[in-house]
């Protein structure tokens, strides 16, 4: 049960600084504890935890606009952050983990401006069939968060400038662009503002969770761990990662997201390997190299490397099948690649 309420806005616009307080929050939320976080990023492209920076966003076009690319914690897609953007995210411990209560105060809040929104799939909230916010999640060492967007009135031109959007991944969405997919609630609430906004989800969050939310502010949290924390999220090895040089890839796209597998062989052996992934279970996608590290190349060892990857849910053993079934029944043919580099997919 939830005894507890806590209330904090961030006090900048760094996302390096934003996602530390995050990160803090996540680690010291207690166990009756249900804590709403809002924080703002300015110019700034926030990647999955498993994906590839370079291929989901024009990372030399951003810097010379001088704006920022950061990776997240949790799985899922690249997203675009303006001032226009409000960002939200719900920390508690996993017992009191509640997605439909956590959403239920996303759309009472709304809700009190007179749009009617809803949910839509696993990580969509749209109005009138159009986004305005998608959702990710995390369960670190049993204390969770669910985090999201809310687009009040953000520059959907820069939103499509520098994200790289897979075709196959909006036809999958039925839509033929980026912003037609999106809205921005401007559209159905003209005067809305981002301090309305957070006005109304403080008093939908008391109100779902039936008591009064203290309020703290990041100058009460220990500045040691903030720093520390800042320095991981702004620095070069987190945010891009060590590129291989890879001689063989996969690369598919599956219902619950898309999956490139690059390989090093040696003498028929897997030496290394990097994945990259939009899913949105990211602890899956990132468990995946440890098993398939010494594998044959070949389409049986591969699955059988795949079926000793833990599943810890059933959305789990379901990636680990389709992937399966993906290597058995359409493996590799040889392609070509985007960014100006011959992809082999090589034939097992």
């Known amino acids: 049960m939830i005894y507890e309420l806590t209330y904090i806005e961030s006090d900048g616009t760094v996302p390096y ?8 929050l996540l680690r010291h939320v207690k166990p009756e504890e249900c804590i709403l976080y809002l924080w703002q990023n300015q110019h700034t492209v926030v990647v999955g935890y498993n994906q590839n920076a370079w291929k989901e966003c024009l990372v030399g076009k951003l810097k010379e606009d ?16 303006d001032l226009g953007n409000l960002n939200f995210t719900f920390l508690v411990q996993e017992e009191n983990y509640n997605l439909e209560k956590q959403l ?3 759309l ?6 007179g749009i009617h929104a809803v949910k839509s799939g696993r990580n969509d909230i749209t109005v009138e069939g159009r986004k305005f916010s998608g959702n990710a999640f995390l369960n ?4 969770c968060y669910h985090h999201g967007t809310l687009m009040v009135n953000v520059n959907v031109e820069d939103l499509s ?23 921005n609630l401007t559209e159905f609430c003209p005067e809305l503002t981002i301090s309305l906004l957070k006005e109304k989800l403080l008093e939908a969050f008391e109100e779902v969770y039936g008591l009064s939310a203290k309020k703290i502010t990041p ?3 220990e500045k040691k761990e903030l720093d520390q924390a800042e320095e991981k999220f702004s620095s070069w090895e987190w945010i891009f990662g060590r590129r291989m040089e890879f001689q063989y890839e996969i690369d598919t796209r599956f219902p619950w997201g898309g999956v490139t597998m690059q390989l090093q062989v040696n003498k028929g052996i897997i030496t290394d390997m990097q994945i990259y992934s ?3 279970e990211q602890g899956f996608i990132s468990r995946i190299p440890e098993y398939l590290k010494g594998c044959r190349y070949g389409k049986e060892d591969l699955c059988v490397g795949m079926y000793r990857v833990p599943a810890l849910n059933d959305g789990e053993r379901m990636m680990m099948q389709d992937i399966q079934r993906f290597i058995l029944e359409d493996g590799m043919t040889p392609a070509a690649g985007s960014e100006g580099q011959r992809r082999l997919y090589g034939n097992i």
Not at 66 to 81: D, T
Not at 108 to 113: E, G, P, S, T
Not at 163 to 171: P, T
């Open 104 to 106: 239920e105060v996303i």
């Open 66 to 81: 001088n704006g920022c690319v950061v990776r997240r914690l949790s799985g899922g897609g690249a997203v675009f952050h």
């Open 278 to 280: 939009d899913a949105m």
């Open 140 to 143: 670190l060492d049993r204390h």
């Open 108 to 113: 009472k809040a709304v809700n009190k401006l």
């Open 17 to 24: 600084r934003n996602l530390a307080i995050e990160e803090y």
């Open 219 to 221: 100058d009460m949290l």
């Open 161 to 183: 400038k520098y994200l790289n959007v897979s075709q196959e991944k909006l036809r999958s969405k039925g839509v033929d662009s980026v912003k037609s997919r999106v809205a």
